[in-house]
């Protein structure tokens, strides 16, 4: 068990054995450089890690610290780091949360002030463990959740419990992922669970020339400009007392982000050509696919516009890193389509499914579906073969240590085998080549309920 595994990283020898006897409810480790922590992480995977920031060889400032959190966390997501420093204490608290840590406190230690926080920090854990374990547990058999997308994915899961959460709250969201991941649809559930009576208004802003963008956002009076022979509302005004989805937003003009930074800022507009401010209630969510912090570091989109429209931030999962919702994707889009197009090919046949799993759909679910799409105008029986589909192979993504690897493969495996199946047990055991004993015990040992 890991659950009462307490990291301490910490180069002062005296605070070292401070620390070890004040938690003697843990099993306490300690670390006195990246190197050693980063070691103890990978063999004990702790639920919980107090962090020094002074770390040779930057004792007395930040670096080695906020290079040791990073690495950290990018080895376990789930793990809950409290900071500490005597370095700046405000910034460095600022800059930790801001890069995924937990909580954080200043030096001098307080010993009782801190054990309350390490406390705290391993029930968080535990409940959020439990909160996965339950999610993969209900979704197994694969579920439709926020906007109607369809999941069985723990990682999906998560992502549309953050945007119920913020659903209701008056901030804008910034949902970032490559194209097809569903951004849009998320966006449209996020509307659907705010509570909003007005409508949700959508607009893709690479699929607009940058001459008429302006006008499409923000309208026009009429004999504005050559053309405009009536005035028109812009899709800002149309989005009163809803939600206005900025799709691709990375890909707005300089001179027009200004003009959106005041809207936001002011929350009114004047159509071009106008001279009457519009005061507007929106609500704002927008998407990527592009790197928007190297665009703010290279100065191709403002640092001002990216603060007000980032103020949550959600970070959309890719299919391939979404287990077992390919075919349950397919399943439901072959199903779609045939009734659609009055097709006999109304079902996927194993090595389909099999070619499904194995690819890895660099163009997400909006590939899936063309693909299945077609597969159902080529098929020539009832079910859609591999050869209609025409998939590649993938390789599988390394995990921190060797037992890892061997139960995310074992969780991936009867994750697809149970989508295949229907969540049949019989089936998925033969899929797998193995007793319905041995599934049990398996789905027993990873929480993977039927």
Known sequence: MTDNVLL???????????????????????????DEALTLLRAEEPAVVTLDLGLPPDPDGTTEGFATLAEMLALKRDLKVIVAS????????????????????????????????VARAFHVHALEAENRRLAAASAVGGTTV?????????????????????????????????????KELLARGLHQSSGRKGAFVAINCAAIPETLLESELFGHEKGAFTG???????????AHGGT???????????PLQVKLLRFLQERVIERIGGRRAIPIDVRIVCATHRDIDAMVANQSFREDLYYRLAEIVVRIPSLA??????????????????AHMKSGATTLAADA?????????????????NRVKRAVIMAEGTKITAADLDLGTREDAAAINLRHVREQADRKAIRHALARSDGNISGTARLLGISRPTLYDLMRAYDLQP
């Not at 910490?10 to 670390?31: I, K, N, S």
């Not at 099999?354 to 579906?369: F, S």
């Open 8 to 34: 301490i990283v910490e180069d002062d020898p005296a605070l070292q054995r401070q620390l070890r006897w004040a938690y003697d409810g843990y099993r306490v480790l300690v670390a006195s450089t990246r």
């Open 86 to 117: 005597g370095h700046g204490a405000q910034d460095s608290a600022l800059r930790a949360i801001g890069e995924g840590a937990w909580d954080f406190y200043a030096k001098p230690i307080d010993i009782d002030a801190l054990g309350l926080i």
């Open 146 to 182: 926020l906007g109607g997308m369809i999941t069985a994915s723990p990682e999906m899961l998560k992502v549309t419990r953050t945007i119920e959460r913020v659903a209701s709250a008056d901030v804008s969201v910034m949902l970032l992922g490559a194209s097809g991941t569903g």
């Open 228 to 238: 405009a022979v009536k005035t028109t509302e812009g899709k800002i005004e149309q």
């Open 244 to 254: 206005l989805f900025l799709d691709e937003i990375g890909d707005v003009p300089l």
């Open 321 to 338: 890193e979404r287990p077992g919702d390919a075919a349950l994707l397919a399943k439901a889009f072959v199903k779609r389509h045939a």
């Open 353 to 369: 499914l099999a070619a499904i799993d194995a690819h890895r759909w660099p163009g997400n679910v909006r590939e899936l579906e």
